[in-house]
Nanobody
Framework: VQLQASGGGLVQPGGSLRLSCAVS????????IGWFRQAPGKEREGVAC????????YYTDSAKGRFTISIDFDKTSVSLEMNNLKPEDTAVYYC?????????????????WGQGTLVTVSS
């Protein structure tokens, strides 16, 4: 199982970014993919999750209405579209996978992690 996150960068408040998680070595249909983030000095927290089995998407309160998670048509990547970004969204963003049909925001559930991509929201 391999995951590789990309797409981070510097953006102004109110701007948008699209993160991508390239997945390989496993069939996405049997996994849930989560996006997490970790700000300096804080614990890693969930942001969004999507079930590879049925494409049901879930969001934590911080992401609802602003972020959209989706599986790309060829099922080789999972995207996180982030709009109306705020300074408090600044963090390293990670994608992760675990074998299961249901989504979870519990960090320890996830077995495999990508390397992270830095998102900085600042004027």
């Amino acid at each position: 199982v391999q995951l590789q996150a990309s797409g981070g960068g510097l953006v102004q408040p109110g701007g948008s970014l699209r993160l991508s998680c390239a997945v390989s070595g496993f069939a996405l249909d049997y996994y849930a993919i989560g996006w997490f983030r970790q700000a300096p000095g804080k614990e890693r927290e969930g942001v969004a999750c999507i079930s590879g089995a049925n494409s049901m998407a879930y969001y934590t309160d911080s992401a609802k209405g602003r972020f959209t998670i989706s599986i790309d048509f060829d099922k080789t990547s999972v995207s996180l579209e982030m709009n109306n970004l705020k300074p408090e969204d600044t963090a390293v963003y990670y994608c992760a996978a675990y074998w299961g049909a249901s989504c979870s925001f519990t960090v320890r559930v996830y077995d495999d992690w990508g390397q992270g991509t830095l998102v900085t929201v600042s004027s």
